[in-house]
């Protein structure tokens, strides 16, 4: 099974500036990753799959990258909505498996 | 619009059984791989299991293995998962989730809002 890692498990950042996000993976995924956003009380949002492929209706600001087995989610100017809890997730073989979040607070 | 409402959660026993059900709409449901993600309280996502659009292949994460059973009914368009052999860690929201594309895509476009499961005495 491929364990994947994100940090720092908290940002504190501020509205407008850039978030930069990790995520690990134990083994080469090559670039079979997605990442999903997660706000309380409400069902994940997809974001990126295939590394770096913003989902539909996904706006710029949101971007990823890497492969392999480092990968990074960049939000460029934090907006006061994406104020959340960032998942990444592989898909390259079974099981597929989710990194444990970074929470992304003021 | 694609809609996912998940039901049967709810208090059962260390040891005792749930089924899960998850009605969907709003797309060509037998088209569509789909997925059982769960949230236990203060952690992070974990994925389950999942199901081809026909019923098969099916797949599963170690920690459920041989005690969930995912399943679907395409005349329903309704997704099930049968939990049995219940402990207290398996407390969780579940969530019922639809694949981002056709064939057996391996990644999530839509969730549903989710059922809290409560393993409890």
């Known amino acids: 099974e491929i364990v994947m890692t994100q940090s720092p498990a908290a940002l504190s950042v501020s509205p407008g500036e850039r978030a930069t996000l990790s995520c690990r993976a134990s083994q080469s995924v090559s670039s079979n990753l997605a990442w999903y956003q997660h706000k309380p009380g409400q069902a994940p949002r997809l974001l990126i799959d295939?590394?770096?492929t913003r989902a539909t209706g996904v706006p710029a600001r949101f971007s990823g990258s890497g492969s392999g087995t480092e990968f990074t989610l960049t939000i460029s100017s934090l907006q006061s909505e994406d104020f959340a809890v960032y998942y990444c997730?592989?898909?390259?073989?079974?099981?597929?498996?989710f990194g444990g979040g970074t929470k992304v607070e003021i | 619009e694609v809609q996912l409402l998940e039901s049967g959660g709810g208090l059962v026993q260390p040891g005792g059984s749930l089924r899960l059900s998850c009605a969907a709409s709003g797309f060509t449901f037998n088209s569509y791989a789909m997925y059982w993600v769960r949230q236990a309280p203060g952690k992070g996502l974990e994925w389950l299991s999942a199901?081809?659009?026909?019923?098969?292949?099916?797949f599963y994460a170690d920690s459920v293995k041989g005690r969930f059973t995912i399943s679907r009914d395409n005349s329903k368009n309704t997704l099930y998962l049968q939990m049995s052999s219940l402990s207290p860690e398996d407390t969780a929201v579940y969530y019922c989730?639809?694949?981002?594309?056709?064939?057996?895509?391996?990644?999530?476009?839509?969730w549903g809002q989710g059922t809290l499961v409560t393993v409890s005495s």
């Open positions: 997730q592989h898909y390259n073989n079974w099981p597929l498996s």
């Open positions: 295939g590394a770096s």
């Open positions: 199901i081809g659009g026909s019923g098969d292949p099916t």
């Open positions: 989730a639809k694949a981002a594309g056709g064939a057996f895509t391996p990644w999530i476009g839509y």
